[in-house]
């Protein structure tokens, strides 16, 4: 299994994923390009060929291919472009189709302001995620773990971390309409997972993105907001596992 994080985001956000799935399968996390402390932020054909080399690296010629918002991009394409190397795509939360963008997408992929923006809402997050008592609230409210919330937290106070949000958040605008028009040519059994509470990535956009994949099943976790790595560790790695096996 490959899982592709979202953005801003590292392999870490998988950590409780990986541990749910445990021994049943070899899950392999990677830091994307612009996430991993060595290259520059890439396109989305950047991303697939660097997880293309991910796969090689590790003897993978073929694996059930995960992305969380972003990453369910690089992940479609992926099936799209080398549907040899992916065995099954599971598309988390995913950030794919056109009707996931809304005018915040677009207000932060503009061209002065937005990377602006970008920087100022990142590093106002760090800064305090860095405040214990937020950070133990923040904890509690959203389920998660204070020492990844503290590595977060580090993390959105990085200007590497500034320019590669900004960077994908072009990206996103200007290469999710060429994904789109590939998304009827994937024949990989698909699952589409959509939490019932994300504002981020809407439900009504991951119930159209199931009827733009053929035969995609559509699984919908009530409750859930977009954070579904690290909020729905346990579902989501039953539902990766079981699209693994069917695929």
Not at 17 to 34: D, F
Not at 237 to 242: F, G, L
């Amino acid at each position: 299994m490959l899982l592709l994080h979202g953005q801003p985001g590292s392999a870490e956000d998988w950590q409780r994923v990986r541990k749910a799935i445990g021994t049943r399968a070899r899950a392999i996390a990677v830091n994307r390009p612009g996430w991993n402390g060595r290259d520059a932020p890439r396109g989305i054909v950047g991303n697939v060929h660097s997880a293309v080399s991910a796969l090689d690296a590790e003897g993978i010629e073929r694996a059930t291919v995960v992305g969380h918002s972003l990453g369910g991009a690089v992940a479609a394409w992926l099936a799209a472009e080398h549907p040899d190397r992916v065995s099954a795509l599971v598309l988390a939360a995913p950030s794919v189709n056109c009707a996931s963008l809304n005018r915040l997408d677009r207000l932060l992929a503009a061209p002065v302001m937005g990377p602006l923006l970008s920087s100022a809402v990142l590093a106002g997050a760090g800064a305090a995620l860095r405040t214990d008592a937020l950070r133990q609230r923040v904890a509690l409210g959203l389920g998660l773990d204070e020492p990844y919330l503290r590595q977060v937290a580090g993390a959105l106070l990085r200007p590497a971390t500034w320019r590669a949000f900004a960077s994908e958040q072009r990206m996103l605008i200007s290469e999710l309409p060429a994904l789109e028009r590939r998304l009827p040519s994937i024949a990989t059994p698909t699952t589409v997972v959509s939490g019932s509470a994300d504002r981020i990535v809407t439900p009504s956009s991951a119930r159209q993105l199931a009827t733009q994949i053929p035969g995609a099943e559509l699984v919908q976790l009530r409750g859930a907001t977009h954070l579904l790595p690290q909020q729905r560790p346990a579902e989501l790695a039953e539902i990766i596992v079981r699209a693994s096996a069917a695929g």
